[in-house]
């Protein structure tokens, strides 16, 4: 368990509304990560974070903006939210695991529904 | 750019079958290569990993092995279980910022 938290779990929003995810870890991570997840598409990036206000854009990132202020928070920002981001969104952070270096753990998601 | 192609499913399978999820990318350079999984309800785990060719990842009886010759990492096991129901994620890391590039997932379904 890498102690992540994603809030909220669901979200059900209005188009053109703005909304905010929260990750939450507890465990000092450097880099952590956002990621939506579509049906036929797996996970793409959105945004991701290697440090406190050190962001940068992934595959999909128009539409999001994200802000890191502690180490651990990392929050993504729909800024006027669309129905084309109906989606999955997964936080992950990075820690050296049982694995090796590189491996990436995820939170549980959060379900967001934009009408 | 990177890229991570896997077999569309679903696949089904009878409980104790042999089950071949395959795997195959594109990336410049030497990328980690991982498998996750994706319980009903639930965020992704990882299953196994490998980082460099001919490596052979394995956990809870998956393996998988880094083919860098025919670019593959693909999935077995030897008897599946109704427990393994689940999606199966192949994914990629090839950059400093660890980021993962995937593919599309493939759903199981094991029946009794």
């Known amino acids: 368990d890498a102690g992540i938290t994603q809030s909220p779990r669901h979200k059900v929003t209005e188009t053109g509304t703005p909304v905010t995810l929260r990750c939450h870890q507890t465990e000092n991570h450097r880099y952590m990560y956002w990621y939506r997840q579509d049906p036929g598409h797996g996970l793409r990036l959105i945004h991701y974070s290697y440090g406190v206000k050190d962001t940068d854009k992934g595959e999909v990132s128009d539409g999001y903006s994200v802000s890191r202020s502690k180490t651990e928070d990392f929050l993504l920002t729909l800024e006027s939210a669309t129905s084309s981001q109906t989606s999955v969104y997964f936080c992950?952070?990075?820690?050296?695991?049982?694995?090796?270096?590189?491996?990436?753990?995820f939170g549980p998601g959060t379900r967001l529904t934009v009408l | 750019g990177d890229s991570v192609t896997q077999m569309e499913g679903p696949v089904t399978l009878s409980e104790e079958a042999f089950l071949t999820i395959n795997c195959t990318y594109t990336a410049t350079g030497y990328p980690s290569l991982f498998w996750y999984v994706q319980y009903p309800g639930e965020g992704l785990q990882l299953l196994l990993k490998a980082t460099k060719a001919d490596d052979k990842g394995s956990n809870k009886g998956f393996e998988a092995t880094y083919r860098k010759e025919t670019t593959s990492f693909h999935l077995e096991k030897g008897s599946v279980q109704v427990s393994d129901s689940a999606v199966y994620f192949c994914?990629?890391?090839?950059?400093?910022?660890?980021?993962?590039?995937f593919g599309g997932g493939t759903r199981l379904m094991v029946k009794p």
């Open positions: 994914a990629l890391s090839n950059n400093a910022g660890n980021m993962l590039t």
């Open positions: 992950a952070i990075s820690e050296v695991g049982d694995f090796g270096t590189d491996t990436q753990y």
